[in-house]
């Protein structure tokens, strides 16, 4: 069943930059959807568009639809406070608030309005154990979250998206700067998130790619080329650009 549903989704910046041409696409509930393609092809704008940060930037023109359980979040009416809780996101470079690890996820609650001691303890196992960091962090929950390795850090920052209970998780290039170990639990944690969420991943290889979709779509200067299912795409792709990307013929 289709979680989200994009139809004929067009987006141009202000300055010309990286765009979307005519997406159009369902992405499926309790899956790992694979967002790949070379560098100005158009997959961070789509990811942003999902939670509408790319309200933060100058756009010159944007048409289409993007339904999330059959609401267009493109309407002005959009609660965006709302949806960016319903859909959250990580990005490339871990950014942990300058607080301790505990405190990196009871902030949005307490903001929320969740001031109930046992509701927060329970928020932060409960997420931390999802973001495969518990057993690492679970005796040292008062110390800073900036002192971590950045591929704990990562994870933290994983888990505080996890904290407020979304819906959609988005991740763009999530473990660009983390070494393979790190990379690795990321990645195994991604493959349980998916059982209780929708997960939609800019990854940072075609390797990644590869290992994590359940499906895979190929982006191509702003066009959506192809798209199926993981084993499918990468093993018999139907278009000749995407089989030359994945086999390094460019990008």
Same mark, same amino acid.
């Given at each position: ?88 996101? =990580?990005?490339?470079? +871990? ?6 690890? *505990?405190?990196?996820?009871?902030? $949005?609650?307490? /903001?929320? @309005? ?84 929708? =997960?939609?991943?800019? +990854? ?6 590869? *290992?994590?979709?359940?499906?895979? $779509?190929?982006? /191509?200067? @702003? ?29």
């Amino acid at each position: 069943m289709n979680k989200i549903l994009i139809e004929n989704l067009s987006l141009q910046y202000s300055d010309g930059t990286e765009s979307l041409r005519d997406v159009s696409m369902g992405i499926r509930e309790h899956a790992v959807t694979v967002l790949f393609g070379p560098a100005g092809g158009g997959k961070s704008t789509l990811l942003r568009c999902l939670n509408r940060l790319n309200d933060l930037t100058e756009i010159k023109t944007s048409t289409g639809r993007i339904l999330i359980d059959g609401e267009n979040i493109l309407d002005p009416r959009t609660d965006v406070i709302a949806l960016r809780r319903k859909v959250g996101m =990580v990005f490339a470079r +871990p950014v942990p608030l300058p607080m301790s690890i *505990r405190e990196n996820l009871t902030y $949005a609650l307490e /903001l929320a @309005g969740e001031k109930r001691r046992s509701k927060l303890d329970e928020a932060v196992e409960r997420s931390l154990k999802l973001a495969a960091i518990w057993d690492e962090v679970k005796d040292r929950l008062g110390d800073p979250a900036i002192a971590l390795s950045g591929g704990q850090q990562q994870r933290v920052c994983l888990a505080r998206v996890l904290a407020l209970q979304p819906e959609i998780i988005l991740l763009d290039e999530p473990t660009s700067g983390l070494d393979p170990i790190s990379t690795g639990k990321v990645e195994a944690a991604l493959q349980e998130l998916k059982k209780e969420y929708t =997960v939609i991943l800019v +990854p940072h290889s075609i390797q990644q790619a590869a *290992r994590t979709a359940d499906y895979a $779509a190929f982006f /191509l200067s @702003g066009e959506l080329l192809e798209y199926a299912e993981g084993k499918e795409l990468f093993t018999t792709p139907k278009q000749k650009k995407t089989e030359d990307y994945i086999m390094g013929r460019f990008g």
